[in-house]
């Protein structure tokens, strides 16, 4: 989950869009045609138009979105030292950034972005021989009506040495007892995004992070994650705990809000967390989290008699029913008494009902948001509180 109000792409295609409205070729239309880029601090611009661009390669799946068509750009730049940082843009482009090293005839993806919507500017870091070469595509979008103006810019920069912090994978989790806290500090200026997720992750749309990790030493009736006192302020970060590492299940915030602290930066807060491993992913955004910044983790300690839960206490069970546009849920054991309720990964309810006492079955009515969507299912109970993740149905 992620507080952003981030774009969301409704792609309502109803006919086939060519970008080829003249018969003059691509200049850089294919790998061996690249138009050189300098690696310079000052980024050093190079502009071309996308408006005769062909598709040399498939579009790809990157940050958790695949476009209809990729009618690429190509660039290459030869490495001055061990990271370079990719950076481009277009007024009126969507665009998705990949780089790759290797010749044209034997290319290997080393990274993509395409975490902002039209107007963006996409930036990606990767790692770097110094004298070796390396090619970058780039293309847009391809939405039901193209822009007009497809002209685009691209420039490479000398890199940054990742976070100590940028692998999760490198992370000591530090003890937690139920009842204290942590503070945690570092920058999100560097990070990649090698080995943050599995690909099947909700998060793996989301772009780079780097990580914190804590070992909680028994059951937490709730923690909350507070970013005060960061500045400049994180105006996008993450709301969850990864339960793995590299990210693949996660726990979801029950509520976030800008106003606990002093400044506007961000609180989470979760129920019940039972002793384990969470690591804390901290998200890198080049307009809204780029920067020093500081966490603090509180907690407070489960009353005596809280049992441990268990994703195994509800199942989802059954298949869609377009009649009466609900699936069955069913507990493994009787509820005391709670409620059920459908969210989005951005932790917007979609659907709430009671469930009542002593009962294992009940319907929930949810929306349907596409073939793509994926959402949250949340059961809370005197003895539970589950949140499972129900794909696309």
Do not use: K
């Not at 690249?34 to 005769?52: F, G, K």
């Not at 009515?365 to 059961?379: E, N, S």
Request: aromatic share 8%; hydrophobic share 40%.
């Amino acid at each position: 989950m992620v507080h952003n109000s981030r774009r969301m792409r409704i792609s309502l295609v109803f006919a086939t869009f060519l970008f080829v409205v003249s018969s003059h070729a691509q200049v850089n239309d294919v790998c061996d045609d690249a138009l050189p880029l300098t690696v310079d601090a000052s980024c050093i611009q190079v502009t071309t138009e996308l408006l005769n661009a062909t598709e040399s390669l498939p579009p790809i799946l990157c940050n958790g979105y695949t476009s209809s068509a990729a009618n690429d750009a190509w660039f290459t730049f030869t490495a001055l030292g061990p990271y370079t940082r990719l950076r481009t843009g277009g007024t009126s482009l969507d665009l998705v950034l990949e780089a790759f090293s290797g010749g044209c005839g034997v290319l290997t993806s080393e990274g993509c972005s395409d975490a902002f919507p039209i107007n963006g500017t996409e930036e990606l870091q990767i790692a770097t021989v110094p004298g070796n070469s390396y090619h970058v595509r780039v293309y847009a979008w391809n939405y039901a009506i193209p822009p007009t103006n497809q002209e685009m810019w691209i420039c490479a920069l000398p890199g940054t040495p990742p976070p100590v912090n940028d692998l999760c994978a490198s992370i000591t989790p530090v003890p937690l007892a139920p009842g204290d806290g942590l503070q945690f500090s570092g920058t999100t200026v560097g990070a990649t995004i090698t080995n943050d997720y599995v690909q099947s992750s909700p998060l793996n749309w989301a772009g780079p992070c780097v990580w914190h990790a804590f070992e909680l030493q028994g059951c937490v009736s709730s923690l909350s994650v507070a970013y005060c006192g960061t500045s400049p302020t994180f105006q996008n970060t993450f709301v969850v705990l990864a339960l793995s590492c590299p990210a693949d299940s996660l726990r979801y915030a029950v509520n976030w809000d800008q106003v606990s602290c002093s400044e506007p930066n961000v609180t989470f807060r979760m129920d019940t967390l039972q002793a384990g491993t969470y690591w804390l992913p901290v998200l890198w955004d080049q307009a809204a989290a780029n920067g020093p910044y500081q966490i603090e983790v509180s907690t407070v300690a489960c009353p005596v008699g809280v049992g441990e839960l268990s994703g195994q206490d509800m199942v989802v069970a059954g298949q869609w029913d377009p009649t009466s546009s609900s699936y069955l849920l069913r507990l493994n054991a009787p509820s005391t008494g709670g409620e059920v309720r459908c969210m989005d990964l951005l932790g917007r309810e979609l659907a709430r009902q009671v469930w009542p006492a002593g009962s294992t079955e009940v319907s929930l009515r949810l929306p349907r948001i596409g073939a793509q969507g994926v959402h949250l299912i949340q059961f809370r109970d005197a003895q539970r509180d589950l949140v499972l993740r129900l794909v696309a149905w």
